[in-house]
């Protein structure tokens, strides 16, 4: 006599332990101070701190940035969006580096 299989399987069955990847910018962190003196770097906990502070800041032009998509009652996020939500999260003269900065690098990579 056979021996038959009763391992049922489950349609749709999910993973329970998949994690959601993290974001980290460690790698631009470092890159960019490379660039500023290549003879300093960072401990690791340092870096964690700017990645935390990275990552916040992103998330806050991002929240911002949809405030004024859905108070223009528009769809899209686009570039005029994410420039008015950077001159209102980041202080003045901080801004007007980002803009110049971003629209340089917008011009570099078209």
């Not at 021996?3 to 460690?26: F, L």
């Not at 770097?41 to 859905?70: C, P, Q, T, W």
Request: no cysteine.
């Amino acid at each position: 006599m056979a021996k038959t299989a009763t391992k049922s399987v489950s349609k749709g069955a999910k993973k329970t332990n998949a994690r959601k990847p993290k974001r980290s910018w460690s790698t631009y962190i470092k890159r960019s101070l490379k660039q500023v003196n290549k003879d300093l770097s960072l401990s690791g906990k340092s870096v964690k701190v700017v990645n935390s502070y990275v990552n916040d800041l992103f998330e806050r032009i991002a929240a911002e940035a949809a405030v004024l998509v859905r108070a223009n009652k528009k769809r899209t996020l686009g570039s005029a969006e994410i420039q008015t939500a950077v001159r209102l999260i980041l202080p003045a003269e901080l801004a007007k580096h980002a803009m110049a900065e971003g629209t340089k690098a917008v011009k570099a990579s078209a």
